[in-house]
């Protein structure tokens, strides 16, 4: 039992120090919303418009590595957030906005969702719906000092809420 706890003791060091070294950054987004228009049955593919991205990063480095710089993609869309080392020295929470373009987003399989069935008016009731993972972001950070230099890399899934925009009257908000 001596042993084990030995074992677990290095091993809660071994972690401790490592998250000691590395910076942290967390990357959070916004859902976007769109409108989509009654389409026929059977329709189950959705081109999405271009897509606004509002994103959280919140970041630290480790004493004495300020950070140099952070930056932000979404599919081909990539922003080095312009910021001066003193300014984001003095930051632990960035706020940033992507515009994806729709040539950059595939289209999203979305089945018996605003649809308008052959045969009579009866129309799917589902008025909203979330695609999960639609697209994906990632972003580093690198902190250094005159020595060297370490960089901390994070991801987050991006979803799309759909709302879906019946006789002409939108349900949602479109996401621009």
Known sequence: MKALRRIIYSWSLLVITFSA?????????????VSVSTRAEGRNFIRLPGLRYDFALTM?????????SVSLSVADTRVHLG?????????????????????????????????RHEGGNQETQSESVIIPSV????????CADEERSEMTYASAVLNVLLYCER??????????
């Open 167 to 176: 006789d002409g009257s939108p349900a949602g908000h479109s996401s621009r």
């Open 135 to 142: 697209l994906s972001a990632q972003a580093a950070l690198t």
């Open 83 to 115: 910021l001066d080392s003193d300014d984001l020295a003095s930051r632990s929470h960035v706020e940033v906005s992507i515009d994806v373009p729709a040539a950059q987003i595939a289209p999203v399989a979305v089945e018996d969702f605003c649809t």
């Open 21 to 33: 070294l590395a910076g942290d950054l967390v990357v959070t987004a916004q859902t976007p919303n």
């Open 60 to 68: 630290g480095c480790p004493e004495r590595m300020p950070p140099q």
